[in-house]
């Protein structure tokens, strides 16, 4: 059973910055699609951002384009989302999921894209 461990969360202020985590273990990410998600209390799951398994394709929902950078280091077999200028909006659990395939569809991802997911990372942006 895969299973995905996201790390980096915590509580910041409003502009801050911070760096979420996704790896694992016994499992070969390089050949896959790598999403963030996220969900805030009472709103459902929202796509954030995926790369491709080449790394060299990327997308991004609107309300975080300019601020947050996917990425991933292959030899590490896992996957990062830096976030920048953080707003209050961004509050949420913020999950990290292996797609089914290799490549980032449409403007942002989709949960039914993805097959197995973390449990998930809490960011608070607060004063």
């Known amino acids: 059973q895969l299973r995905l461990v996201e790390s980096g969360g915590g509580l910041v202020q409003p502009g801050g910055s911070l760096r979420l985590s996704c790896s694992t273990s016994?499992?070969?990410?390089?050949?896959?699609?790598i999403g963030w998600f996220r969900q805030a209390p009472g709103k459902e799951r929202e796509g954030v951002s995926c790369?491709?398994?080449?790394?060299?394709?990327?997308n991004y929902a609107d309300s975080v384009k300019g601020r947050f950078t996917i990425s991933r280091d292959k030899p590490k077999n896992t996957a990062y989302l830096q976030m920048n200028s953080l707003k209050p909006e961004d509050t949420a659990v913020y999950f990290c999921?292996?797609?089914?395939?290799?490549?980032?569809?449409?403007?942002?991802?989709?949960?039914?894209?993805?097959?197995?997911w973390g449990q998930g990372t809490q960011v608070t942006v607060s004063l």
């Open positions: 790369i491709n398994s080449n790394a060299d394709s990327t």
């Open positions: 016994g499992f070969s990410l390089d050949t896959y699609a």
């Open positions: 999921a292996v797609s089914r395939v290799w490549y980032c569809s449409g403007n942002a991802p989709t949960s039914r894209d993805y097959a197995y």
